[in-house]
């Protein structure tokens, strides 16, 4: 019983991790925007890598546990 709860917990983790690195932009966003012309204002720039950081930062915690849930379900 134990074992299908932890399953469907990793399977779960692994859609979410899924969605926050889908979520993220690319590292070459921001070049080929100043490149291409585009006038953001500096309130939308800050809001873009308030953003993207959060993202990341989530990302972080979600492998991680990903990854520690992953190996305790090799262990049970």
């Known amino acids: 019983m134990v074992k ?5 917990i990793l399977v779960v983790l692994a859609l979410a991790l899924i969605a926050v690195v889908m979520l993220q932009s690319g590292k070459s966003a921001g070049l080929s925007g100043s490149i291409a012309g585009m006038a953001d204002t500096f309130m939308a720039k800050n809001k873009a890598k308030g953003w993207d950081a959060k993202l990341a930062r989530w990302t972080k915690w979600v492998a991680i546990g990903f990854m520690l849930l992953a190996l305790v379900l090799c262990l049970v």
């Open 4 to 8: 299908i709860i932890l399953s469907v």
